[in-house]
């Protein structure tokens, strides 16, 4: 199966998450008090999301063998 471009676009977005957790761990930031790190995640989580509708609404519309 092809990637989708939100498949192309969770990695690039995990990509620069775990940038910014690596200069936040090597600050010694606590995660959850990284504003970066958390618009990120946020980010992250909403493609994840929309990803799992679509695969579902994939699998909803496929008929039955």
């Known amino acids: 199966m ?18 910014l957790l690596d200069e936040a761990f090597n600050k010694g930031i606590p995660f959850t008090e990284d504003e ?3 618009k990120q995640n946020r980010i992250v989580d909403t493609l994840v999301v929309k990803i ?6 994939h699998n909803k519309n496929q008929p039955e063998r």
């Open 2 to 19: 092809a990637k989708t471009r939100y498949d192309k676009e969770l990695e690039r977005e995990k990509e620069k998450l775990n940038k």
């Open 36 to 38: 970066a790190v958390m």
């Open 52 to 57: 799992q509708k679509k695969k579902r609404n």
